[in-house]
C-alpha cells in the first residue's frame, strides 16, 4: 500500500516501478520495516526505480546501490541527517529517462543530471518537488518543452537544461521564480521571446540562451536584477536596441551578443558598468562609434566589436584600460589614427584593428605591451615606415600583419631578429612586399607572406 501511493506501476514488473517493488519486497538486505520506517522504505524504493530507469547497472559508478547499506551511503546520494537531499549523478553514464517517482523524495534540494545520455521529456510532476533548489539537466538528450510545473517550486535557484533538445517557449511566468539565479537554456531548439516577466526575478545572476531559436527585442526587465553578471545570447534572432536598462546593469561581468540582428550605437551610459568585464558584440548590426566612456571599464579584459558598421574613430581613452588583454574591432568603418594609447596598456596580449579604414603612421610606441602576441593592422590606409624595434621589445610576438596597407621604405632588420628561425617568435610576418611592381612596395627580407596594397600575393 506505501509503495501503491508513489507508483502505479509496481504491478507490472516490465516497468522501473516494478522491478524496484520486487527489490524492495524481496531482495533489499537491509529490509526496513514499512511501519517503523515508512521514509526509508519510500526512499529507497524512489532511489532503485531510479537505478533501474537509468541503467544503473551500467553507470560509471554505482558504489553501495542496491545493497543493506543506508540510501544516504549510495554513490551520488546526499543527506541531511535522514532526509535525502541531493542527488548529484554528474558524468556517470546514466542512459533512459527519468522516473516521476523521483517525487516522492520529498525534501530533495539539488538534483545534478550533468553530462550524461538521459532522454525523454521532464515528467510534469516536477512541479511537485518543491523543496528543489538545483535542477541541472545539462548535456543530455531531453526532448519537450519545459513544463510549466516547475513554476511551482518556489526556492528553485539553478535551472539549466542547456545543449538539449528541449524546444517551445520560456514560460510567460517565469518570474513566478523569484530566487531564480541561472536560467541556462543554452544550444537547445528554444524559440519566442524572453519574457518580460523575467525581470521578477530579482536574484538573476545569468541567462544563457545562446544557439537557440530566440527572437524579438530585449525586454527592458530583463537587466532589472542587481545581480545580474552574465547574459550570453550569441547566435540567435534577438534584434533591436539595446534597451536603456542595459546601461543600469551595473553588476554585468560578461555580456556576449555576437551573430546576433542587434542594432543601433552603443551609448556613452556604456562607462556605467563598472564591473564590465568582457562586451563580446560581433558580427551584428551595430553602428557608430566606440564610446569614449569605453575608458572607464577599467575592468575590462576583453573587447570584441569586430564585424560590424562602427565607425568613428579608436577613442585615445582606451588607455585607460588597464586591465585589456584582448581587443578586436576589425572589419568595422572605423577611420582617424590609431591612437598611441593603445600601446600604453601593457596587459594588452591582442590586437585586431584591421579591415578598416584607418589612416597616418604605425604609433612609434607600437612595440609597449610586454605580452603582446598577435597585431594585426592589415586592411587600413596606413602610411609611413614601419618603425624600429629596441633591444628587448616583442619578445613574445607571434603574429605582425602589416600588409594591405600604404607602408613603405623597409621592415627593420629588428623585427627580422625576432622571427622564430631566428632570436624570437614571430610565425607570421605579412607586409606589401610583393613583386612585381619592383621595387615592392616595402622591402622585406624576413617576411612570412608578401601581398601588394590590393591583397594580390606575390607569385
Known amino acids: 500500500e506505501l509503495l501503491s501511493s508513489i507508483s502505479d506501476d509496481i504491478d507490472d514488473p516490465s516497468t522501473p516501478a516494478g522491478q524496484a517493488?520486487?527489490?524492495?519486497?524481496?531482495?533489499?538486505?537491509?529490509?526496513?520495516?514499512?511501519?517503523?520506517?515508512?521514509?526509508?522504505?519510500?526512499?529507497?524504493?524512489?532511489?532503485?526505480?531510479?537505478?533501474?530507469?537509468?541503467?544503473?547497472?551500467?553507470?560509471?559508478?554505482?558504489?553501495?546501490?542496491?545493497?543493506?547499506?543506508?540510501?544516504?551511503?549510495?554513490?551520488?546520494?546526499?543527506?541531511?541527517?535522514?532526509?535525502?537531499?541531493?542527488?548529484?549523478?554528474?558524468?556517470?553514464?546514466?542512459?533512459?529517462?527519468?522516473?516521476?517517482?523521483?517525487?516522492?523524495?520529498?525534501?530533495?534540494r539539488d538534483f545534478k543530471m550533468f553530462r550524461n545520455s538521459l532522454e525523454g521529456t521532464l515528467f510534469t510532476e516536477i512541479g511537485e518537488m518543491e523543496n528543489l533548489r538545483t535542477l541541472d539537466l545539462e548535456q543530455n538528450r531531453f526532448t519537450g518543452t519545459i513544463p510549466t510545473e516547475v513554476l511551482n517550486i518556489p526556492d528553485l535557484q539553478f535551472l539549466r537544461g542547456s545543449f538539449n533538445e528541449f524546444s517551445g517557449t520560456i514560460p510567460d511566468d517565469i518570474g513566478q521564480l523569484t530566487g531564480l539565479k541561472?536560467?541556462?537554456?543554452?544550444?537547445?531548439?528554444?524559440?519566442?521571446?524572453?519574457?518580460?516577466?523575467?525581470?521578477?526575478?530579482?536574484?538573476?545572476?545569468?541567462?544563457?540562451?545562446?544557439?537557440?531559436?530566440?527572437?524579438?527585442?530585449?525586454?527592458?526587465?530583463?537587466?532589472?536584477?542587481?545581480?545580474?553578471?552574465?547574459?550570453?545570447?550569441?547566435?540567435?534572432?534577438?534584434?533591436?536596441?539595446?534597451?536603456?536598462?542595459?546601461?543600469?546593469?551595473t553588476g554585468l561581468r560578461k555580456f556576449v551578443m555576437n551573430s546576433t540582428d542587434i542594432s543601433g550605437t552603443l551609448s556613452e551610459e556604456l562607462g556605467n558598468l563598472e564591473n564590465l568585464e568582457q562586451l563580446w558584440i560581433r558580427k551584428t548590426n551595430l553602428e557608430g562609434p566606440i564610446p569614449n566612456s569605453v575608458g572607464d571599464?577599467?575592468?575590462?579584459?576583453?573587447?570584441?566589436?569586430?564585424?560590424?558598421?562602427?565607425?568613428?574613430?579608436?577613442?585615445?581613452?582606451?588607455?585607460?584600460?588597464?586591465n585589456l588583454i584582448f581587443i578586436d574591432v576589425s572589419n568595422n568603418e572605423i577611420e582617424g589614427s590609431i591612437p598611441s594609447e593603445l600601446f600604453d596598456v601593457s596587459s594588452l596580449e591582442i590586437i585586431y584593428i584591421g579591415n578598416n579604414t584607418l589612416?597616418?603612421?604605425?604609433?612609434?610606441?607600437?612595440?609597449?605591451?610586454?605580452?603582446?602576441?598577435?597585431?594585426?593592422?592589415?586592411?587600413?590606409?596606413?602610411?609611413?615606415?614601419?618603425?624600429?624595434?629596441?633591444?628587448?621589445?616583442?619578445?613574445?610576438?607571434?603574429e605582425l600583419i602589416l600588409n594591405k596597407n600604404l607602408l613603405t621604405g623597409e621592415v627593420p632588420s629588428s623585427l627580422c631578429d625576432?622571427?622564430?628561425?631566428?632570436?624570437?617568435?614571430?610565425?607570421?610576418?605579412?607586409?606589401?612586399c610583393a613583386q612585381p611592381p619592383s621595387p615592392p612596395q616595402i622591402a622585406c627580407a624576413c617576411c612570412t607572406k608578401c601581398t601588394t596594397a590590393a591583397g594580390e600575393e606575390d607569385p
Open 21 to 108: 517493488a520486487e527489490w524492495i519486497l524481496n531482495g533489499d538486505p537491509a529490509m526496513p520495516d514499512p511501519c517503523r520506517d515508512p521514509d526509508a522504505v519510500v526512499g529507497r524504493f524512489a532511489l532503485t526505480t531510479f537505478y533501474y530507469s537509468t541503467g544503473g547497472e551500467q553507470w560509471r559508478n554505482n558504489d553501495g546501490w542496491l545493497t543493506e547499506a543506508p540510501a544516504c551511503d549510495w554513490f551520488g546520494v546526499g543527506c541531511d541527517g535522514d532526509n535525502i537531499v541531493e542527488l548529484n549523478m554528474e558524468r556517470n553514464d546514466l542512459s533512459g529517462e527519468l522516473p516521476p517517482e523521483l517525487t516522492a523524495l520529498e525534501e530533495m
Open 182 to 249: 541561472e536560467l541556462w537554456f543554452a544550444e537547445t531548439n528554444l524559440e519566442g521571446t524572453i519574457p518580460a516577466s523575467i525581470g521578477d526575478c530579482e536574484e538573476m545572476e545569468s541567462i544563457l540562451l545562446y544557439e537557440t531559436n530566440v527572437e524579438g527585442e530585449l525586454p527592458p526587465e530583463m537587466f532589472a536584477s542587481d545581480q545580474l553578471a552574465w547574459v550570453d545570447l550569441s547566435e540567435t534572432n534577438v534584434e533591436g536596441e539595446l534597451p536603456s536598462t542595459f546601461y543600469e546593469a
Open 297 to 322: 571599464l577599467t575592468n575590462l579584459e576583453i573587447l570584441l566589436l569586430d564585424e560590424n558598421q562602427m565607425t568613428g574613430t579608436i577613442p585615445s581613452t582606451i588607455g585607460n584600460n588597464d
Open 359 to 398: 589612416t597616418g603612421p604605425i604609433p612609434e610606441n607600437y612595440y609597449e605591451p610586454d605580452n603582446l602576441r598577435e597585431l594585426w593592422i592589415d586592411g587600413n590606409l596606413l602610411t609611413g615606415t614601419v618603425p624600429d624595434v629596441p633591444s628587448g621589445k616583442f619578445e613574445q610576438l607571434e
Open 418 to 432: 625576432l622571427r622564430d628561425d631566428a632570436d624570437g617568435k614571430i610565425v607570421s610576418l605579412h607586409a606589401d
